[in-house]
């Protein structure tokens, strides 16, 4: 069954990462998984790294590694703001696994530095979700 179509923007502060009218929005937030289908409730949220999927019909859907950001839904409008995205098809796991050891080094020298820890743990999450969006 075919749903209706809503503009969605994902933005990072590279630039424009995807606009366009999809059918679904499926990513994560800090309390759960969610779903935005068209007409959705005004909702603003923390989005956790993750696969975000974009549904422009059932069997066509576009995904990215998604970073940390916020998702602000109103006026049957989506807003992603993330600090990265990448399509699926170009994560590198080599790198990523590069990432992961210098994050997990950070958290080892970080010592009473909370906010340097806080940094390498975040980093350390993300690379973790996105590498293992590669297997």
């Known amino acids: 069954m075919a749903h209706a179509k ?9 630039g424009e990462v995807f606009n366009g009218e999809v059918e679904m929005v499926s990513t994560r937030t800090t309390v759960g998984v969610i779903g ?9 949220a923390t989005l956790e790294p993750t696969e975000l999927r974009l549904y422009k019909t059932e069997t ?4 990215f590694a998604q970073a940390e950001g916020y998702l602000q839904v109103g006026d ?4 992603l703001l993330v600090e990265e995205a990448h399509p699926l098809a ?27 820890r ?4 975040r980093d350390k999450r993300r690379w973790e979700r996105f590498l293992s969006l590669t297997e």
């Not at 935005?36 to 603003?44: D, E, Q």
């Not at 049957?76 to 807003?79: C, I, Q, S, V």
């Open 6 to 14: 809503f503009p969605v923007e994902v933005l990072s502060p590279e």
């Open 36 to 44: 935005i289908l068209a007409r959705h409730a005004p909702l603003l």
């Open 60 to 63: 066509e859907v576009v995904r």
């Open 76 to 79: 049957n409008h989506a807003l």
């Open 90 to 116: 170009d994560l590198d796991a080599h790198e990523l696994r590069e990432r992961l050891r210098v994050a997990e080094e950070e958290i080892e020298q970080a010592g009473e530095d909370t906010e340097r």
């Open 118 to 121: 806080q940094v390498a743990e």
